[in-house]
């Protein structure tokens, strides 16, 4: 009989998105009428239509398709040229960051990308995660066989757990020992909290004594408001030397259906083999990308392309700054509340301190049966996320207002 990977048998009951899917079904099932009436501001899908300029960039590329001349099958998996150079200059090379065509990989989703980017790494790495923190970092680690089984607060072992709370800003402190891989993500999922650059140094400076590597997913940049909080890793000197960066047009152009996004792996990234010998990395994401992946279709990318055109970047200034007006509409209701807020000035987030003495998933049950709005447990990102909730800001603004109205409402 042909074996599974029974690292798999070690996650917990259920990744939590399909679990608030499950228990939303199961309210939705046995009240009709409220169903009629809910509004979802749980998982952080855009709700906005594409750019037009994306659009029109791909009703270009469907017309190429159709012609023999302009027909594309089979792209480079790393991502077209095109793509790949408007991405080194606009989001990096303009704002004096140096990194190279080559250096980019366009792949169908950060999300993808930060559970694929183990398979370059060994199974002896010491990896730390921040807590709470988006669960694919934890979930694909225990997938590749990292982790030892959960205990009873659900963490597992063989992770170093970097807490992050409301003393700490939701950035944590640098870990007295030294670990080999460090998943950041800033600005913050779920928290919506945002590091500064002196925060940043001090990792950079943390990853280059240890010899460590940062994983820094940037899936939230474009929600950066404030003058001194970095859009980049490789803002810090020496970054390049330490850290890779995923990125991602879901939340920015609103390409969580159409699916495009991107990981620069620098060439002097240096990791060592069994023997101790120094090696880098960029060859090896590059042979895993050749095998494992085709690329994505020709005409999304054309697509993403767009997005930085003058029209494609005045475009998703407009869907960001609609997105933020709806996060500050949310966080002043909670406040309004009597609730502590942190977060959704510089990312769609709004982090939520509930009344003590309620669990995560009561405050879900609550705010679900007697407001009919779906928000994100934050026990699902972790043990130090219990006691909150996530509200995302990916909405219509009517549908926004009316959550604002029903949480002054309740009785918390």
Known sequence: MAQLN?????????????????????????N??????????????????????????????????????????????????????????????AHGLDVADDEVFVSDGSKCDCGNILDIFGAGNRIAVMDPVYPVYVDTNVMAGH????????????????????????????????????????????????????QLEAWVAYALKHEAILLFDAAYEAYIQDADVPHSIYEIPGARQCAIEFRSFSKNGGFTGTRCAFTIVPKDLLAKTDTGERRPLHPLWNRRFSTKFNGVSYITQRGAEALYSPEGR??????????????????????ECGLSVFGGTNAPYIWVRGPQGRTSWELFDVVLNEANVVITPGSGFGLAGEGYFRISAFNSRANVEEVARRFKALSW
């Open 147 to 198: 982790t030892t089984e959960a205990d009873e607060t659900g963490r597992y072992g063989g992770l170093v757990y970097l807490e992050c709370n409301a003393a700490n800003g939701f950035v944590p402190a640098i870990p007295d020992e030294p670990v080999d891989i460090v998943y950041l993500c800033y600005p913050n999922n779920p928290t919506g909290a945002a590091a500064t650059r002196a």
């Open 6 to 30: 029974s690292n798999y048998l070690k996650l917990k009951a259920g990744y939590l998105f399909p679990e608030i899917a499950r228990r939303v079904k199961a309210f939705t099932d046995a």
């Open 32 to 93: 009709p009428e409220a169903a009629k009436r809910l509004i979802r501001c749980g998982i952080g899908d855009v709700t906005e239509p594409l750019p037009e300029a994306v659009r029109a960039a791909m009703h270009r590329a469907i017309d190429e398709m159709g012609t023999r001349e302009g027909f594309h099958g089979y792209g480079p998996e790393q991502g077209y040229e095109f793509l790949r150079r408007a991405i080194a200059e606009h989001d990096y090379r």
């Open 314 to 335: 005045a475009q998703v200034a407009a869907l960001v700054e609609l997105y933020m007006g709806n996060a500050a509409i949310l966080r002043a209701a909670a406040a």
